[in-house]
């Protein structure tokens, strides 16, 4: 009998380690939680994750500094309301990057099956890159306490 599992998902924690303020992310629950299928492989999925990881920290650099300053080491010791246990903030840091990396999935797709199943694929999928980047960005702004919506007069 073989050890490999159909679609080679075992479910094991998959971590993907991050700079030292911001917290590691979970490829696995990332997978879980954004419902990747395992014909997503983990390396391309590391590459995604990754890139929103830069993204988002590149955003939010002038934050982590004001908090550091405060002498809070992590995100996690930044003071913020607990939701199941865990900072606000992380699950907003955690939302930043899910959306981020599955935007540049689905973007990423169209280019590998050309097909008619692969643009039918990518079409029914209810979020498409921008509604992800949307949802990306009001949680990155959540975190830096600003408003969701820029208004200018013309």
Not at 65 to 71: F, I, S
């Amino acid at each position: 009998m073989s050890g490999f599992i159909a679609g080679g998902d075992t479910g094991a924690a998959y971590p993907i380690s991050n700079a030292d303020f911001w917290p590691e992310i979970d490829g696995q629950q990332l997978r879980a939680a954004m419902r990747i299928d395992s014909s997503v492989t983990d390396d391309r999925l590391e590459v995604a994750t990754v890139n929103a990881m830069i993204e988002a920290n590149r955003e939010l650099a002038t934050y982590r500094a004001a908090r550091q300053a405060e002498g809070h080491a992590t995100l996690a010791e930044v003071p913020a309301e607990q939701i199941k246990g865990k900072s606000q903030l992380l699950h907003l840091y955690c939302r930043v990057i899910y959306c981020g990396a599955l935007a540049e999935l689905i973007e990423r797709y169209n280019s590998f099956d050309a097909t008619n199943s692969g643009e039918q694929k990518v079409t029914e999928e209810e979020s498409s890159p921008d509604q992800l980047r949307r949802d990306a960005r009001k949680a990155l702004r959540t975190i830096l306490g600003i408003s969701h919506a820029t208004v200018e007069l013309l």
